[in-house]
């Protein structure tokens, strides 16, 4: 069972985000204060074991192995103040960005950036921040969807985000930016491969 989203106040911007008490999940979404729901355990551990599977990749950059990332989690990364969101999984490369992102909000454009589908949150993720991840050309976009235990992997293009594959459990996959390992998708959603 999932929450209903809560706007706790419109309009909004990144301030009254940061008025909060910092127990409270919020995003600011097209100028709307929106509490975030309390993830269900397929959610928590959808997010946890994407993390453990893209693990080598959040070290520091290796002579000719993975890239280099900086990948969090719930942290609030702000595209402009009516935006102001707290994705499941984010990363950026340290290529583009050396220094840690730090601080409330990040500044810092993620180059990739994983959302995981609950009832509550569905048509946020794949419409109105699609919309500006799109505009703010963050390179990549995966959608997890723990109902329907598939990942959707998409890539910024100018005329809009094109997709680039959809996998289900009983599947393996290579999915940019992370291509250089071979994804277990069922492993993802706590499926035996």
Not at 74 to 100: A, F, K, L, M, T
Not at 118 to 147: C, F, G, M
Not at 168 to 175: C, D, K, Q, W, Y
Request: with cysteine; aromatic share 8%; hydrophobic share 40%.
């Amino acid at each position: 069972m999932s929450q209903a989203r809560r706007v706790l106040r419109a309009p909004a911007t990144t301030a009254d985000l940061l008025a909060l008490a910092e127990d409270v999940a919020a995003e600011v979404v097209d100028g709307e204060l929106v509490e975030k729901a309390a993830p269900s355990f397929e959610h928590g551990q959808t997010q946890f074991l994407i993390c453990v599977h893209l693990g080598r990749f959040g070290g520091p950059p290796s002579g000719g192995g993975a890239a280099g990332w900086w990948i969090a989690t719930e942290v609030d990364v702000e595209y402009e103040p009516r935006q102001v969101y707290r994705h499941d999984v984010v990363g950026w490369r340290r290529s583009r960005v050396p220094e840690r992102p730090a601080g409330r909000p990040i500044r810092a454009r993620p180059d990739w950036v994983c959302e995981i589908l609950s009832a509550s949150n569905a048509s946020t993720d794949t419409v109105r921040k699609l919309r500006t991840l799109h505009r703010d050309q963050v390179p990549h976009y995966w959608i997890a969807d723990p109902e329907r235990r598939t990942l959707t992997v998409l890539r910024w293009a100018t005329e809009g985000f094109l997709t680039i594959m959809t996998a289900e459990a009983g599947e393996r996959a290579r999915a940019e930016p992370f291509d250089e390992i071979e994804l277990d998708v069922a492993g993802i959603f706590g499926e035996p491969a």
